[in-house]
């Protein structure tokens, strides 16, 4: 057994020092310049010693930020072009309120920001937006039409789209966001129908990305690929690119490695836990996991008649998933009938477990895909919304403690699918809460990384102390701030 634990050990150590050997490769030979311009954080990439190349702005969509948008970056940039990505007012590093600012002047400020890189190609500009960003990509492709030439709208949602504005507009949807689809059709419709005629600037086509959602899209190669296409006919390009961008794999061997780690020292630190061995009958584990949420739509739908429980406690929806989870959480807690006490050993474990997990998922995603660094005003929330959390993931801790790995794969499905099946609930009543929807996909991946750590420090204050603190990190990162 200690043999085994050595090479997991072993094995952990060499999966990431390889994941960020790939993740710094990927940079290689790429000019990257990260800057503020009216408080607004900016992201510059472009192949090094370039010149006169295109310049092509890449907007996010809501609860999204330049980093989420940085697949698309490298994936142009090693091609030939000169890409500029920001955070929008509200989201990722940006301390500006997202219902204060105008998002079209962000844009003009990346712009500004864009036009003063000495490899850029001030006559050769594009636009590319996916979702809230591919809106307002399509109305600034309209409004300077004379000044971009083409436009790449992603997951597209609207703008007075016609046949000679924007200039070479193409539209991109998954396959799997039927709604997406629908509306860049209608958009294509409007724009003039499919035609190559990019000479003219009236350019139209419409690609439906195959296997992905409204989150999985903007890792997808067939997605990248397309729109390397279309600016290469925009601007009569041949780039002999065959860069794909693989980063999220090196992220996932990161995230692999920590938990190998995790799993290699765990049994060490059992001998350090005392369990009180106690089982609670099935019916309450599992009456308690179906009543929860039913229990956290009803506390949201009362609160929604009174307050505006979209932008609570300062942030876009985050709030509302906060009061959803407390109230969950309490419920099951309560039909469980009981509430071990913690000690100062698990207390900081839990801690020292939570310092562990924000290392396996952000320290990579920093530079991948999230925003994982909070600025003050996020950072504000952090444990108002992680004690929001709390009262769930002690009751999922103490309802699965003892139990073996097969009941624990059960465990993962069924919390899986009651999260996503009690927040549908709730969005069926509270339509106004709807950017729930699109996270739905998020909540397998997640619960699983915590269930595989509950698994391995068997002790119910530990993970769940751990596992709130970093849910209500992910929280405070992710959604937009709205005051």
Known sequence: MKRLRRSLLLLSIFLIGLSWWGITF???????????????PLVYLAPQQAKAAPGVLIAHGYAGSKQLMLGYGHVLARAGYAVMLWDFNGHGANPNSLEGYQLKQNLNVALDALLEQPEVDRSRLALLGHSMGSGIVMSAGIEQVDRF?????????????????????????????????????????????????????TARELVVVPNVEHITILFSDVSHQAALRWLNGTFNQSSSSDYVDRRMGW??????????????????IATWIETDGMKIHSAKRWGGLLLAPIAGAIALILLARSIQVQSLGGVQVGGAVGVWFVVAGVTWLALLARLPRPTFRTVGLGLILFAFLWMAFGAMAQVVWLQWWLIPTRLKLWLPLSAACLPWFLASGI????????????????????????????????????????????????IAVLSMVVALIDEAWISAIASALFFGWILAAGFPLSS
């Open 26 to 40: 990927a940079r290689s030979g790429l000019v990257v310049r990260s800057f503020e311009r009216e408080t607004i």
């Open 149 to 201: 030439a083409a436009t790449i709208a992603v997951s597209p949602t609207g703008a007075s789209i016609t046949p000679q504005a924007p200039h070479n507009l193409q539209l991109q949807a998954g396959s799997w966001e039927g709604r997406f689809i629908s509306n860049a059709q209608r958009l294509l419709a409007a724009g003039g129908e499919t035609n190559a005629n990019f000479a003219a600037g």
């Open 251 to 268: 992220y996932g061997l990161h995230l692999l490695g920590w938990l190998l780690l995790l799993a290699s020292i765990a049994p060490s």
């Open 399 to 446: 309802a699965q403690q003892g139990s073996g790995r097969g009941e624990r794969v059960g465990w993962w499905f069924a919390q899986s699918a009651i999260l996503i099946g009690g927040f549908l609930l709730t969005l069926n009543f509270l339509p106004q809460l709807g950017f729930m929807f699109l996270l739905l996909p998020l909540f397998p991946p997640l």
